[in-house]
């Protein structure tokens, strides 16, 4: 059995996170028993919600627990099989997390799931056509609930769920409006993903000016918003937002150092009756099996053209994921392993 390379969280961040919070180990894998597989991954995925599990605090999801590798989800081939369910060569995706190899118990429910490569490249399985492009079909299709000729917004909109967000609801008949930072993300927005607007956050340090942008970017207000960032964007569109509209709360990137995230204008849900919900996709697998049938379609049609950054080596895990919570990726977050 192969060595393999592990990251573990070796103790919890006192405010922002830091490389010095993970510790990297090389471990034996242990032999395989009957009805498991020997995963060899190609790709791991690196998620803003880990950051919140780094924390010992209450939670949607329990702690990620120290001294054990980084939970994630993952990509990869099974290499041994010791299941007539899985042949050697299989491409899986599963929950792996930050390590090269895994041995998966396959009668674990969800544990691991064979994937069809012949239109969608391995590494969307992560992303568009993974957990982040249910995340967003989730919230659009189940909270935002739209109608065509809507306006929708999304905030980082060129990220994995904010670029799926924007297909799905494309393919829905709406105006749909991006929320990112810096120029070269709008441009990828537009021009790439379809959105009919986006506003560059870096350009307005304010709410006025953000509302500003908002104003002139939706002229009819906004019916529908997918919030993934809190503080100062959620701020100025909420006093964009129309009557009777709804927030999808998926995330709030603003609090992940353990820090509060005010809300400036609370009576804006009072004044236009508006519902917000916030929402975990894996408490609603029941909507996986069409949520992903729709994202597949989306991607192998080239309607859904998701951009990826990739760090290559196990080692690189730390970096690239501080580098995520700055918003220094472009699009989905991947570490590359072989």
Known sequence: MPQNK??????????????????????????????????????????PYMRGRMNDAKSYAA????????????????????????????????????????????EQPGALRKVDTTHVPLSHYLGAVGMPGVTAWYGLVKILE??????????????????????????????????????????????????????DYKQHGDIKSMSGALKQACPDGIDGYFENVGGLVLDAVMLRMNAFSRIALCGMIAGYDGQPVPMSYPQMLLTNRMRLQGFIVSEHME??????????????????RPRESIAQGIESAPDAFLGLLKGRNFGKQLVKLI
């Open 63 to 106: 702690p990620q627990p120290l001294g054990q590798v980084m939970q994630g989800g993952t990509v990869g081939e099974v290499v041994e099989s010791r299941s007539a369910k899985y042949q050697p060569g299989d491409k899986v995706v599963g929950f792996g997390g930050w390590q090269e190899w895994s041995v998966v118990n396959v």
């Open 287 to 304: 909507i996986w099996p069409e949520a992903l049938k729709e994202l597949g379609q989306l991607v192998g049609s080239g309607k859904l």
């Open 146 to 199: 739209p109608k065509a000729g809507q306006t929708l917004a999304v905030s980082a909109a060129s990220g994995a769920v904010g670029s799926a967000f924007g297909a799905l609801a494309k393919a829905r008949g709406c105006r749909v409006v991006g929320i990112a930072g810096g120029a070269d993300k709008c441009k990828y927005v537009t021009d790439e993903l379809g959105f009919d607007a986006c506003i």
């Open 6 to 47: 592990q990251l573990l969280l070796d103790n919890r961040p006192q405010g922002e996170a830091t490389a010095s919070n993970f510790k990297l180990v090389t471990s034996e894998t242990p032999a395989l028993q009957d009805g498991q597989v020997l995963v060899r991954h190609h790709y791991l995925s690196l998620d």
